[in-house]
């Protein structure tokens, strides 16, 4: 079993820039691919990024490309999340989700375990 614990989040300006951490327990981290989800008020839990389990690989949505970088550290565990040039629709509640697999996956449902988010407010 894997345990999942972000921070990172916080309240910054439009164009400002974040980064969250997930650390990971266990011994097998380098196990899971991980990725990035998020969720706003009264909306879907929406797919950020993701990343393999070497690191190598990497997926985006159009809607953050360019903007955020998704990267891990599997000698410490964690996995982080770079958002640069933030806008006020990328708030949301910001979850980390690993998946005992090979392949990365955008759906929620085929991640196997969850962190407890961390809000990230943009203001305009």
């Known amino acids: 079993q894997v345990q999942l614990v972000e921070s990172g989040g916080g309240l910054v300006q439009a164009g400002g820039s974040l980064r969250l951490s997930c650390a990971a327990s266990g011994r097998t981290f380098s196990f899971y691919v991980m990725g990035w989800f998020r969720q706003a008020p009264g909306k879907e839990r929406e797919f950020v990024a993701a990343?393999?389990?070497?690191?190598?690989?990497?997926f985006y949505p159009d809607s953050v490309k360019g903007r955020f970088t998704i990267s891990r550290d599997n000698a410490k565990n964690t996995v982080y999340l770079q958002m640069n040039s933030l806008k006020p629709e990328d708030t949301a509640v910001y979850y980390c989700?690993?998946?005992?697999?090979?392949?990365?996956?955008?759906?929620?449902?085929?991640?196997?375990?969850w962190g407890q988010g961390t809000q990230v407010t943009v203001s305009s």
């Open positions: 990343i393999s389990r070497s690191g190598g690989s990497t």
């Open positions: 989700a690993a998946r005992r697999a090979s392949l990365l996956s955008t759906a929620a449902t085929e991640y196997d375990y």
